[in-house]
């Protein structure tokens, strides 16, 4: 079983669409996360979640909007996609807010065209 | 707030030789310290991690990391490189009930 797994994996779409990854961990971890790599494969946290409540927004466009159902699960909703969101989005998981051992799922590219 | 800064966004070695990745960290509180791995098209697996106790910290694949305060540095070696060694590398440091700050990434290419 995977421990956290994301889909898609790959996502291509047109720049004004809205498009949803989704995000689930096995773990039993209270607390998730969305990073983004861009192409230079920088890391840059985006959100964080800590059994469905919001504890981090980083300075991220309000088209991004997270959701957790469960403390299982978060999702990442984009609206009006543009070119410079084109990369690659990770969630994680950690046992505990504030525990810096993340769990990372495998990634699912988006690209905008 | 903290930072990380990775020496040399590409290393190359040898198979055989020795792997050495540069990290400084810069935290005004006791760091945590890790060296995650990342292969091509996959999430990030961790290495290693220092918390507290034992300066030098052995992790997964026969990396070692060692924490050294006084330089502020927590540099990866590996005595011997594989070729499946070639990756990207971060590495992150956390204070306490912060979240990880990435470095920005080492690509380790080995030669045969």
């Known amino acids: 079983d995977t421990a956290v797994s994301q889909t898609p994996k790959y996502l291509v779409t047109q720049m004004g669409n809205d498009k949803s990854i989704k995000c689930e961990q096995n773990?039993?971890?209270?607390?998730m996360y969305w990073y983004k790599q861009d192409s230079k494969k920088f890391l840059k946290i985006m959100f964080s979640?800590?059994?469905?409540?919001?504890?981090i927004n980083e300075t991220v466009p309000n088209r991004f909007s997270p959701k957790s159902p469960d403390k299982a699960h978060l999702n990442l909703h984009i609206n009006s996609l543009e070119l410079g969101d084109s990369a690659v989005y990770f969630c994680?998981?950690?046992?505990?807010?504030?525990?810096?051992?993340?769990?990372f799922g495998e990634g699912s590219r988006l690209t905008v065209l | 707030a903290q930072s990380v800064t990775q020496l040399g966004s590409h290393v190359s070695v040898s198979e055989g030789a020795l792997v050495l990745l540069r990290c400084n960290y810069s935290?005004?509180?006791?760091?945590?310290l890790f060296w995650y791995v990342q292969y091509p098209n996959q999430g990030l697996q961790l290495l290693l991690k220092?918390?507290?106790?034992?300066?030098l910290v052995k992790g997964i694949n026969g990396f070692e990391a060692e924490f050294k305060k006084s330089e502020t540095s927590f540099h990866l070696t590996k005595p011997s490189a594989h070729m499946s060694d070639a990756a990207e590398y971060f590495c992150?440091?956390?204070?306490?009930?912060?979240?990880?700050?990435f470095g920005k990434g080492t690509r380790l290419s080995v030669i045969a």
């Open positions: 994680a998981s950690s046992l505990l807010s504030g525990e810096a051992q993340l769990f």
């Open positions: 773990l039993g971890h209270d607390t």
């Open positions: 979640y800590n059994n469905k409540e919001l504890i």
């Open positions: 935290s005004s509180v006791p760091p945590y």
């Open positions: 220092y918390t507290t106790g034992a300066t």
């Open positions: 992150a440091v956390s204070e306490a009930n912060t979240p990880l700050v």
